[in-house]
């Protein structure tokens, strides 16, 4: 098992930018790749961003790419997103997801991910 809990949420004006964390413990955070997704009322939930268990490989979506970094520090078992730019649009619950996997790359699916956080709400006012 995996316990994840997603902080750094909040409330920002559009064009400002929060930096998103998730503290992973249970298992050995280097043997996950990661991944962050988002869900605004009403909608899917949808993917942001991933990242390979070494960090070495990153994947993001189209809507947030130039304006999201996903990092990961294996050493404190911690997963981040950097978010700037933001856009009312981004307004959403934020959730982090770990699967496990010996290959370093990243997966897109929300159904290839095993073990998720609670999530963290982030609101972005226009």
């Known amino acids: 098992q995996v316990q994840l809990v997603e902080s750094g949420g909040g409330l920002v004006q559009a064009g400002g930018s929060l930096r998103l964390s998730c503290a992973a413990s249970?298992?050995?955070?280097?043997?996950?790749?990661m991944g962050w997704f988002r869900q605004a009322p009403g909608r899917e939930r949808e993917f942001v961003a991933a990242i390979s268990w070494s960090g070495g490989a990153t994947g993001y979506a189209d809507s947030v790419k130039g304006r999201f970094t996903i990092s990961r520090d294996n050493a404190k078992n911690t997963l981040y997103v950097q978010m700037s730019s933001l856009k009312p649009e981004d307004t959403a619950v934020y959730y982090c997801a770990a699967r496990g996997t010996p290959y370093g790359r990243w997966y897109r699916g929300r159904y290839e991910y095993d073990y998720w956080g609670q999530g963290t709400q982030v609101t972005v006012s226009s």
């Open positions: 249970g298992r050995t955070f280097s043997n996950y790749a």
